[in-house]
């Protein structure tokens, strides 16, 4: 390999030496100086920008500092293209380095989509607050932007990753009689990735007709809890005892589930009491708006207490109260439950749950003796 250095006359001394070295430690050594150029200008240029944006462009620094990584691979492949036109390499190494580059400038297209896609999209979602207790609008939006940004990565990394395979040659080979005989290979494919691809299309089918949203209430296979996370394949569930439900995204396509929070955040509660006959049910009633109206977590759109069942022994009194949020119904339901059992254990104890039974007196033998004299004397009598 023979190094011209006559645009750069300072490295004569390097290039005589390179000289004397094997070929292929001539081409690697040379590679491994191209490669540290790009990283050291990758690192003196970020540190230069990033200190004349400062703080003063917070979605530009954001930005800059998510295209840092996939722009060290482009700081590579700029030198790689502006040192190898002044190397003689030999005809098969150029080969390879140039596939190298290739490959690298394919990798980089990609990966700058997916940082321009996740920065756009959260950029997009900080208009929207999911902390207010009136989020509906907020939930839709920003649930529809993570699972289709998500959908949107996956899709990107599989057109890059074909796009780089396909730039060798036996792939492109295999491609092509693959489509050619479309034989029983490519259906074994598609069967391998049918839940893959069933979750995947589930996905893109929650983003559009929205059966859950980010922190709706459900109830999945008997469990209680939240829509935490909403993933390109699955989504994770947090139990109100915090443990996590991790459900294929295609369970909420296939079955049935309950969703408290479908339309409104605002959830109907409701607390039962079994209570003896006697319970005084309009005196309850008047302390259900006497306890509702004392809670802050009321938000006075349902107040009402009825009986729903009667049983050989009980009566079964259900109240309903309503709030903003599930949780503030679950607080809610306690504290009132509280309240009116401490106020029928002090008030009415009699009509707390009790059981009747009926005692009668046995005749002993005595006594049974007795009445048959009283009987007979009674016969002689007459």
Known sequence: ??????????????????????????????????????????????????????????????LLERARRPLRLGFILAALLIGLPRLDLGGRVQDVVEHAALVLLITLIGWMLIVLTNHFAERSARHYRMDTDDNLRARKFVTQLRVMKRAANIIIGLVTAGAVL????????????????????????????????????????????????????????GEWGWIEEIFATYVIVRIWDRRRLVVPLSYFIEKPFQNWTRESAQVIGAVTWDLDYTA????????????????????KEVSNLQVVETGPETITIRALMTARTSPMVWDLRCDVREKMVEWLQREHPEALPRTRGEFRMKDTPDRESARQEDVERGGAGQ
């Open 1 to 62: 390999m023979n190094f011209d250095p006559a645009d750069i006359p300072t490295l004569s001394r390097l290039a005589e030496w390179l000289a004397g070295l094997p070929e292929l430690l001539q081409v690697s050594l040379v590679l491994a100086l191209i490669v540290a150029a790009g990283l050291l200008a990758h690192t003196l240029f970020f540190r230069f920008l990033l200190t004349r944006v400062g703080g003063r462009f917070s979605m530009t620094r954001s």
């Open 166 to 221: 396909l730039t060798f040659e036996g792939v492109q080979e295999y491609g092509v009689s693959l489509f050619a005989s479309a034989g029983a290979a490519g259906l074994i494919l598609g069967l391998a990735a049918r839940p893959v691809l069933a979750n995947l299309i589930a996905g893109i089918q929650i983003a559009i007709t929205q059966p859950i949203r980010l922190e709706d209430v459900v109830i999945i296979e």
């Open 280 to 299: 005084p049910v309009k005196a309850m009633r008047e302390k259900l708006d006497e306890f509702l109206g004392q809670s802050e977590l009321w938000d």
